[in-house]
């Protein structure tokens, strides 16, 4: 049986660890989703309209920044100040709140792109699907305002919940004889409810997440059938363009599916069981999760690949200019 300060504590060499993986896993995600906002928001320096597609990618690029952020301060407070066997700082609980709150925009976001996907790529037949395919695109700014307003509406009523349930879990304690004995159990209670209360505002935009995602996965197969019917030879760019969308949108379901779990996984890690390593992992897995979605949507985007080429085409010029500028110097020298 593991004793408690086999449990509490963690050695140098796995903080030490848990900290350069981190702040690993925080460049890689800053130059990733910097380099999308970048290359979004340069079009909007330039003046240039920008498509619904780069609206939401320049929008979840920005809340991937504060994502990787809020997790890396997350890590730091674990590693360095959040001590087990003590219950946890008010720092700590906001900071997991506002990471819930943020990563909840990014699943609207997220969201919206895979309505967007949906009606611009899906084959409909029906009246009323064909005139809402129609729509969605033209409203997509409006999506976004109305997506951004229910999030900042929900991160008010959680944060107002928890400021409002830590000061109540004071003011318990203060009239409470044995406060050493029942302040930890104030303190878990509050906290597991404002983080159960916070996660239930992800539910509606998870759900239109999976029923635009399942009537892109039928379309495919509608297109496939019709396909063999016809026995084409020719490079069909709809099914292209299915393959692009779904290998983005699978990655995303999967990707979230991972930080759902490792993030309800932390809960009992880090109230019940006192297990700083696991929480170590669990945090781990949710820095890496936005950094490769990132990476997907770059690779299938042609503008942002594009964008990486000329960046590449551009460094690798750079080096041999210099190359050829240190040959030039070597020969002047032995001359």
Known sequence: MLTPASIVTVSYKVKNAFLFLSVLEFAVGILVNAFI????FWDVVRR????????ILLSLSLTRLLLHGLLFLDAVQLACFQRMKDPLSVSYQTIILLWMIVNQAGLWLTTCLSLLYCTKIARFSPAFPLCLASWVPRKMPQM???????????????????FRRSHFSVTV?????????????IAKLSFFHSFIFCSVGSIPSFLIFLVSSGVLIVSLGRHMRTMREQTED????????????LRSLISF???????????????????????????????????????????????????LRRALESIALWAQSSRKVRAGHGAARGMQTLC
Request: glycine share 4%.
């Open 144 to 162: 976004l305002l109305g997506a951004i307003t229910f999030t900042c509406v929900c991160a008010a009523l959680c944060l107002g919940d928890f």
């Open 234 to 245: 020719s490079r069909d760019l709809s099914l292209e363009a299915h393959i692009k969308a």
């Open 48 to 55: 240039q309209p920008l498509s619904s597609c780069d609206l």
């Open 37 to 40: 906002f970048l290359v979004n």
């Open 253 to 303: 379901l999967c990707l979230y599916l991972l930080s759902l779990c490792a993030a309800h996984l932390s809960v009992p890690l880090l109230m019940l069981w006192h297990s700083k390593v696991g929480v170590m992992v669990c945090v781990g897995i949710l820095a890496a999760c936005p950094s490769g979605h990132a990476v997907i949507l770059i690779s299938s985007n042609t503008k």
């Open 173 to 185: 304690m203060s009239f409470v004889n044995n406060s050493t004995e029942f302040d930890p159990q």
